[in-house]
């Protein structure tokens, strides 16, 4: 069920309107919400619901029993045990196969025709980032950041709350549970503000990122040979956009339509292609992920402890899994090794310190070099393996062909999808004190109209979002 579907309108102001009617039952209001998460995610593939499931149910015993258990061994395996779980489930449905290719691939270069053979495996939708909020429960509740919840309920929701289950962002259970704890509180800010992310996540897909895919991207990826150098430039400027609208789109319309449920979340994306340097891009891209592996990976594989070349080696293994993280393939690997390169060598120029005072003609500079590094790495993460991406990086000598796709509609797509990274932070929060203002019949009549206004703007079709196979 994707989000800019009639299927979900239906399904949300299902759930919007019986949900804020059950708002003085909280405990009927928690099952129910309960109950139309795995419907969403049912609407997939209903056995998916089973590991959901399972898997909600693991990270609840095991908290509770990491709290009551005191410090000690017994803790310690129960820990060990939680998190080999959740990354054991994510390992089979995610990397088995590709570890199983890998090796019947060495097998036949070594001159062995032995092969084991694969299983077809259903990649189940989302399990990277519901996995992934299973591991920060049970390692906050080790370590003492937050209690374990001793509600099965609450751990239920918290695991498949439906605007974030699919595509994140990947929300912190000291962040969610207290709210899911709490008696809802209809807020006239939350419900003008999601609506707000709703209508930008929308026109950021439907409109940018669709017509970035439909017109430049796809097309250049399929085979860029037959490409003029400046069309395969623009093209890797297209897809970064292409890939930021449409994730920031997701992140904002599932932040959007939690709020309308009456639950913050925390923003996800903070225009990152104004970011000076890789460091500041990956504190500014897909924030909830980033912070993630800062916080469990970075620092419990030691972190700055230990020296720097110590920080320099765990800060690129943090890099190099966050690429696997994205796929089981080399050309992730790829893509994450690279990040993980320029925030080394970022980090050995530097010292880790920025500059306290720059020229004004360096800001800019450092702009365009942490855009254009970006964008030159999306190469790996956009094609289907390495040999794909070196035979883009080979195309750029192609200037013998005609230039085909630096058109005025798909410049304005690149260079305007580049500059709502350079609008005010807060421009958003400003049109929603405006918009607050207004009767919400209005609003919902502005919403409205906006939305018919949007789909009548962008292609034709809706395009799954791209971190769906994630």
């Known amino acids: 069920m994707l989000f ?66 005191p410090d000690g061994a017994k803790r310690q395996w129960v820990l060990r045990g939680a998190i080999i779980f959740n990354i054991g489930v994510l390992g089979f449905f995610k990397y088995f196969e590709f570890f199983l290719t890998s090796f019947n691939d060495m097998m036949l270069g070594l001159g062995l025709e032995r092969e084991i053979p694969l299983f077809e495996i ?76 709703v209508l930008l996540g929308l026109f950021k897909k439907m409109v940018i990122a669709n017509y970035l895919a439909t017109e430049i991207v796809d097309q250049v990826f399929e085979d860029p040979s037959y490409y003029h150098a400046f069309d395969l430039l623009l093209a890797i400027w297209g897809y970064a956009i292409q890939i930021y609208c449409d994730f920031s789109a997701y992140s904002d319309i599932a932040i959007g339509v939690a709020a309308m449920l009456g639950y913050r979340f925390q923003k996800n994306f903070n225009q990152p292609f104004r970011s000076e340097s890789i460091r500041e891009l990956w504190r500014r891209w897909h924030i909830s992920l980033s912070t993630w592996l800062r916080d469990y990976l970075y620092i419990p594989l030691g972190g700055n402890r230990g020296g720097p070349w110590k920080a320099r080696r765990n800060l690129f293994l943090t890099m190099f899994l966050g690429g696997m993280w994205h796929g089981a393939a080399w050309h992730f690997l790829f893509w994450g090794g690279l990040h993980g390169v320029a925030l080394v060598i970022e980090t050995v120029l530097t010292h880790g310190r920025q500059l306290a005072k720059k020229p004004l003609w360096l800001g800019p500079l450092l702009v365009f070099y942490a855009f254009n590094f970006n964008c030159l ?74 939305i018919v206004a949007i789909d009548a703007m962008g292609p034709d079709g809706v395009a799954p979002f791209i971190y769906f196979q994630f």
Request: net charge neutral; charged share 15%; proline share 6%.
């Open 377 to 450: 790495s999306f190469i790996f993460f956009r094609s289907e393996d390495l040999s794909y991406a070196f035979l883009y990086l080979q195309s750029f000598g192609n200037f013998d062909l005609p230039v085909m796709f630096w058109t005025p509609f798909l410049m304005t797509l690149v260079f305007g999808g580049l500059a709502l990274h350079f609008l005010p932070e807060d421009g958003l929060e400003r049109v929603e004190r405006y918009f607050r203002r207004l009767p919400l019949v209005v609003q919902g009549g502005l919403a409205g109209l906006g």
């Open 4 to 69: 800019p579907t009639l299927d979900f309108g239906i399904f949300f102001l299902i759930v919007f309107f019986v949900s804020w009617a059950l708002r003085g039952i909280n405990l009927w209001r928690k099952w129910f919400l309960v109950g139309a998460s795995y419907f969403f995610y049912g609407y997939w593939d209903w056995r998916f619901c089973f590991l959901l499931a399972i898997s909600s149910a693991v990270n609840y015993v095991a908290g509770v029993l990491i709290q009551d258990l």
């Open 122 to 197: 259903i990649l189940p939708v989302g399990i990277s980032f519901f996995t992934f909020q299973g591991v920060s429960y049970v390692m906050d509740v080790a370590r003492r950041d937050i209690p374990a919840s001793r509600s099965l309920l609450d751990v239920l929701l918290y695991i498949s709350f439906f605007p974030q289950l699919v595509a994140g962002p990947i929300v912190r259970a000291s962040t969610l549970i207290p709210q899911i704890e709490a008696k809802p509180d209809p807020q006239r800010i939350l419900m003008s503000m999601g609506l707000l992310l």
